[in-house]
T-cell receptor, first 112, second 113 residues
Framework: GQQLNQSPQSMFIQEGEDVSMNCTSS?????WLWYKQEPGEGPVLLIA?????ELTSNGRLTAQFGITRKDSFLNISASIPSDVGIYFC????????????FGKGTKLSVKP | GAGVSQTPSNKVTEKGKYVELRCDPI?????LYWYRQSLGQGPEFLIY????????DSGLPNDRFFAVRPEGSVSTLKIQRTERGDSAVYLC???????????FGPGTRLTVT
């Protein structure tokens, strides 16, 4: 079935460093979504991508929708301690309007 | 305004018992979704409501799981004869319409002993 593969699984970085993570699939998707989840909370949408090749920024975050429609990456520049959390990529499954499929997440730890 | 709320925040139950988990979506959102998140995994889709009806229940793992949304607002996820493997965080999300951005609640952590 459709599956989203995220890498790396976890990252330990120093405050101020830039971060890059990605999400790949063997299937084509029409949207790519990036969520962040903090302990005890639900995922919060960071960036939504709807078009192949699209590059979108949200403050220090930048994400791109791969031109093959099978991958996406998320970059965080000049990381700060509050960037700590788990970052998930997600997309709509099987053309459904409601059903999101998620990757397993990239856990980010930031040392002050 | 208020976000998606879920009650209880934690639920511990014994194997074989029945549980109900409640979700209050953002006011005016017609679409409501339930997901299950196991430790170290991303959320896994269970069911999607558009108004009062289930538009997609393909993620419900078996017939022990059932969800309702009788008035098109609050939803209840019901699990019968709970098993230890049902232990997870159950997340609810809502959106203005199906296909729109989904806003998640904080989840209910279910532990089956």
């Amino acid at each position: 079935g459709q599956q989203l593969n995220q890498s790396p699984q976890s990252m330990f970085i120093q405050e101020g460093e830039d971060v890059s993570m990605n999400c790949t699939s063997s299937s084509i998707f029409n949207t790519w979504l990036w969520y962040k989840q903090e302990p005890g909370e639900g995922p919060v949408l960071l960036i939504a991508l709807y078009k192949a090749g699209e590059l979108t920024s949200n403050g220090r975050l930048t994400a791109q929708f791969g031109i093959t429609r099978k991958d996406s990456f998320l970059n965080i520049s000049a990381s700060i301690p509050s960037d700590v959390g788990i970052y998930f990529c997600a997309s709509h499954y099987g053309g459904s309007q409601g059903n999101l499929i998620f990757g397993k997440g990239t856990k980010l730890s930031v040392k002050p | 305004g208020a976000g998606v709320s879920q009650t209880p925040s934690n639920k511990v139950t014994e194997k074989g018992k029945y549980v109900e988990l409640r979700c209050d979506p953002i006011s005016g959102h017609t679409a409501l979704y339930w997901y299950r998140q196991s430790l170290g995994q991303g959320p896994e889709f269970l069911i999607y409501f558009q108004g009062t009806g289930a538009a997609d229940d393909s993620g419900l793992p078996n017939d022990r799981f059932f969800a309702v949304r009788p008035e098109g607002s609050v939803s209840t996820l019901k699990i019968q004869r709970t098993e230890r493997g049902d232990s997870a965080v159950y997340l609810c999300a809502s959106s203005p319409r199906g296909g729109d951005v989904q806003y998640f609640g904080p989840g209910t952590r279910l532990t089956v002993t």
